[in-house]
């Protein structure tokens, strides 16, 4: 599976960002059937969990510092995760992953995911 993530840029803060990941590959149909998260990776810092989404959407996981802000979906016909970021702070300046799964839910453990795309950077300016 190959997963290209997008939509990441420069914006002040208080500003929006819509990230999309976009899933590919002939094993993309294997993984469907699995939850897919977003990290983020600030330089000098480790990788750390933002949110998830179980595989039918009916559980989604985030991480303290963004929820209320930022919102995880899915399009299952497009094979795309999205990340809505909204009221965005300096401190959310990061790399940001998405990556897919090993199961059906929404884990928020590093190690409970298998693939990962390249990241998209969010620079948030003060």
């Known amino acids: 599976v190959q997963l290209q993530a997008s939509g990441g840029g420069l914006v002040q803060a208080g500003g929006s960002l819509r990230l999309s990941c976009a899933a590919s590959?002939?094993?993309?149909?294997?993984?469907?059937?699995?939850?897919m998260g977003w990290f983020r990776q600030a330089p000098g810092k480790e990788r750390e969990f933002v949110a998830a989404?179980?595989?039918?959407?009916?559980?989604?996981n985030y991480a303290d510092s963004v929820k209320g802000r930022f919102t995880i979906s899915r399009d299952y016909a497009k094979n795309t995760v999205y990340l809505q970021m909204s009221s965005l702070k300096p401190e959310d300046t990061a790399i940001y992953y998405c990556?897919?799964?090993?199961?059906?839910?929404?884990?928020?453990?590093?190690?409970?995911?298998?693939?990962w795309g390249q990241g998209t950077q969010v620079t948030v300016s003060s």
């Open positions: 990556a897919v799964a090993r199961s059906s839910g929404s884990t928020s453990s590093l190690e409970g995911y298998q693939h």
């Open positions: 989404i179980s595989w039918r959407g009916e559980n989604t």
């Open positions: 590959g002939r094993s993309v149909r294997t993984t469907s059937n699995n939850g």
